[in-house]
């Protein structure tokens, strides 16, 4: 149903590879060095007018010759003096290279993804708008909503302050920030459907991670194509910018054509000023954003655009509001 385009176009929009293991050599132990006569007998001693002096002197020389052969041998044989065997080197291969990455900076080292550190600022109305401001919800004539909601009732919502929410996930928690003065009509119908539990249980089914970077989610269906059986407004104004840190509305070509699809930039989003921004995502959620993003796109399972669903899959389990 409602799609966040690719770049240059008003709809629409990598597993990481580990380093290749480098087989170790192990060399040949080293033999212990043959010197010629090294154990040989003890050459004859010389004629002495003093047998007793040659003896010791014979006796000493036997002993050295046996005290350097002792060090020899042993040094050779003890324990830990080769390198490993092939038993100790299968296992110390197994244990540098057969853990799987448990932080964000591993996944971040295999991973291709080249996201930006800095946000760009939320856009600002040049003039407020009116405080209230009335809004409606017509049904939406698509198609029936996969999933029973009530719309939120057609009356004025409040265009001016904030409402912080924390999304639930499998994949870790993401903050928002909604902003009234940016969409008070959207708000109110995010609100509605957290508060009746629409979101819970249900997947972010697109992610992109090139030119658009962007996870996309609120489709109960997964298909891109749900939608909560009524439609929202554009709120949209000239000077929008998209960029990370950006919450925004998901819709058809259709005008105010938006639902309960969202998305929420983490990157780079070059995208007409024709996509509602109704909020802002806090630090910690970019930094669960960025550990989805560089766990990859199952490319397989997406529409062939570069998008699809995540590899780490990210499950609303609850939402709370304020």
Sequence with gaps: ?????????????????GAPQQQYQQPYPQQPYQQQGWYGAPQQPPPSSSNKTVLWVGLGALGLVV???????TGFVAPGFFLPDSKDKSTAASSSSSAPASSTEDTATQSPVNIPSSRVPLPQRSAPLADPTDCAFPADSSGPAPKKVNPPAAAPAPASGTMAVTL??????????????????????FLSLAQQGYFDGTSCHRLGTSGLQMLQCGDPEGSGMGGPGYTVPDEVFSGLRYGRGILAVAKRQAPNSGGSQFFMVFGEAELPPDYTVFGSISDAGLQTLDKVARGGVDDAKGPG????PPRIPVTFQSIAVG
Excluded at 67 to 73: G, R
Excluded at 305 to 308: K, Q, R, S, V, Y
Aim: glycine share 14%; net charge negative.
């Design 1 to 17: 149903m409602s799609q966040p385009p690719q770049p240059g176009e008003p709809e629409g929009q990598a597993p990481d590879a």
């Design 67 to 73: 005290i350097v052969a002792v060090v020899a041998i």
């Design 168 to 189: 639930r996930t499998t994949a870790g928690e993401v903050g928002l920030t909604l902003d009234r003065g940016l969409a008070p009509c959207t708000v109110a119908s």
């Design 305 to 308: 655009d570069g998008t699809g």
